[in-house]
T-cell receptor
Framework: AQTVTQSQPEMSVQEAETVTLSCTYDTSESDYYLFWYKQPPSRQMILVIR??????QNATENRFSVNFQKAAKSFSLKISDSQLGDAAMYFCVNQGGSEKLVFGKGTKLTVNP | NAGVTQTPKFQVLKTGQSMTLQCAQDMNHNSMYWYRQDPGMGLRLIYYSASEGTTDKGEVPNGYNVSRLNKREFSLRLESAAPSQTSVYFCASSRQGIYEQYFGPGTRLTVT
């Protein structure tokens, strides 16, 4: 069975600084995807970044980047130059051979001005 | 494009009442999903439909039924609501296969 673990229930960062959110996962699939989704107070789920497991290069999307360590089954999210609008719940998500997503429990990120 | 829409946004039910949550997408996606989100949890899959005419159980299907009415619409029905079904419900859609899912705005349901 697939599992996703986010060990940091809450994190905080000063505006303009960098923060890293941790995620580990377990899967028996050889072909899978990993995602980070953001959920602001509006409740809307927003895709932040995606990583295909077969790609060795870490995905980057503007101020967001990941550190994907396949052997260690680790998938962390780095947010650079943090902005007030980055404050949200962040979910690490795994999608394996089926189309089902498996979510971690989330990390609540606070951005301090 | 509206993306994924859900109705209603909020609902309060009494124990034993029934209701249907509606979901529609205008992205021509084959796959659609229903999730629930409880406090301190990520989303958990209730049911999904890989294509029109097919539905499958997810992680937490008990107490729910679904209907894939056509390619655009996927409804979730609670036949006899229970307080344990108090939650926020999300509908999502995606292209068939392993692709990112696009989510609706959610329905906050309270069962008293």
């Amino acid at each position: 069975a697939q599992t996703v673990t986010q060990s940091q229930p809450e994190m905080s960062v000063q505006e303009a600084e960098t923060v890293t959110l941790s995620c580990t996962y377990d899967t028996s699939e050889s072909d899978y995807y990993l995602f980070w989704y953001k959920q602001p107070p509006s409740r809307q789920m927003i895709l932040v970044i995606r990583q295909e497991a077969y790609k060795q290069q870490n995905a980057t999307e503007n101020r967001f980047s990941v550190n994907f360590q396949k052997a260690a089954k680790s998938f962390s999210l780095k947010i650079s130059d943090s902005q007030l609008g980055d404050a949200a719940m962040y979910f690490c998500v795994n999608q394996g051979g089926s189309e089902k997503l498996v979510f971690g429990k989330g990390t609540k990120l606070t951005v301090n001005p | 494009n509206a993306g994924v829409t859900q109705t209603p946004k909020f609902q309060v039910l009494k124990t034993g009442q029934s209701m249907t949550l509606q979901c529609a997408q205008d992205m021509n996606h084959n796959s659609m999903y229903w999730y629930r989100q409880d406090p301190g949890m990520g989303l958990r899959l209730i049911y999904y439909s890989a294509s029109e005419g097919t539905t499958d159980k997810g992680e937490v299907p008990n107490g729910y039924n679904v209907s894939r009415l056509n390619k655009r619409e996927f409804s979730l029905r609670l036949e006899s609501a229970a307080p344990s079904q108090t939650s926020v419900y999300f509908c999502a859609s995606s292209r068939q296969g392993i692709y990112e899912q696009y989510f609706g705005p959610g329905t906050r349901l309270t069962v008293t």
